[in-house]
């Protein structure tokens, strides 16, 4: 007897491939993915490239997402060439994104990310201006490229809530009461000595400044990093604090987290809020 129904895990999502390559004969990958991209574009999604001298360097695709009565720009995948990351490429294609979404009349582009990756907390909550206040435990399940390779795929989810001007706060995190204590493993390398209770409407949190290589140098301090902040980044969600800022210097980055959101182009709760 055949079952019907939704595929809503990780893991069952990566039973739909073996099935594509035997129903349409395909060999490889590329023929999924590019049809299915064609078909995001075509049905309202957004596509974009970045080129230089007519290479390809960059791209970003979109597609519809509905949570409630909030219909919002999803932005699945950013990707740069590993030779032109660093130079500006992503910004200016979040920047075309956001400008696509507001004359489209989108209000909310909303993204996932790995909040230990520093660069990407920089990137999207510093620079970016977009906010953090839902935490999705091993979103995509186990994954094996370079950079998600040994680690649960724990996600925060950005909003960018395009009529917003916020611009984050620079702060120095030794002002603000920090939620984990960390100590040196070696050179660079740090882990997690203590983890301490909420107080006040502003704290801190320390993440890895360089978590890949972390991972691959003391993989059971990353382990600990990885469930000492799921525990400490899931109870500040839960009581109301949203990640405002992000700070790397001196080979450490820090989370800037807030009680207080008083922005008019952000609703008070999250559509993500679960």
């Known amino acids: 007897m055949v079952d019907i129904r939704e595929v809503q895990s990780p893991e069952g999502m990566k039973e739909i491939f073996p099935v594509a390559m035997s129903a349409w004969g395909m060999e490889r990958p590329e023929s999924f993915i590019t049809d299915m991209l064609n078909a995001l574009e075509y049905h309202g999604g957004l596509v974009l490239g970045a080129y230089d001298e007519g290479r390809m360097i960059g791209f970003q695709y979109s597609f519809i997402g509905r949570k409630g009565d909030l219909f919002y720009l999803y932005s699945h995948m950013t990707g740069i060439l590993e030779e032109r990351k660093y130079g500006g490429v992503g910004l200016r294609l979040?920047?075309?994104?956001?400008?696509?979404?507001?004359?489209?009349?989108?209000?909310?582009?909303?993204?996932t990310y790995?909040?230990?990756?520093s660069m990407n907390a920089v990137f999207n909550i510093r620079k970016l201006g977009?906010?953090?206040?839902?935490?999705?435990?091993?979103?995509?399940?186990?994954?094996?490229?370079?950079?998600n390779a040994g680690s649960q795929t724990d996600r925060f989810v950005a909003e960018w809530w395009v009529e917003s001007d916020r611009r984050p706060v620079e702060f120095d995190p030794g002002r603000f009461n920090t939620l984990n204590a960390t100590g040196i493993i070696e050179g660079d390398f740090r882990?997690?000595?203590?983890?301490?209770?909420?107080?006040?409407?502003?704290?801190?949190?320390?993440?890895?400044?360089?978590?890949?290589s972390l991972k691959?140098?003391?993989?059971?301090?990353?382990?600990?990093?990885r469930?000492?902040?799921?525990?400490?980044f899931s109870e500040l969600f839960r009581n109301g604090y949203t990640a405002v800022s992000s700070k790397s210097s001196g080979g450490r980055t820090y989370y800037l987290l807030?009680?207080?959101?008083?922005?008019?182009?952000?609703?008070?709760?999250?559509?993500?809020?679960?």
């Open 94 to 111: 979040k920047q075309a994104q956001r400008e696509w979404a507001r004359k489209n009349g989108f209000r909310l582009i909303a993204w």
């Open 114 to 117: 790995d909040p230990l990756m």
């Open 130 to 147: 977009a906010i953090a206040r839902t935490y999705l435990p091993n979103f995509y399940g186990a994954m094996v490229d370079r950079l």
């Open 191 to 212: 882990k997690i000595s203590a983890i301490y209770d909420a107080t006040g409407d502003e704290v801190v949190v320390e993440i890895p400044y360089d978590y890949v």
């Open 216 to 225: 691959s140098r003391f993989p059971g301090e990353a382990s600990e990093w």
């Open 227 to 232: 469930s000492g902040t799921r525990r400490i």
């Open 258 to 274: 807030s009680r207080r959101l008083d922005d008019p182009a952000i609703p008070h709760d999250s559509p993500f809020r679960i």
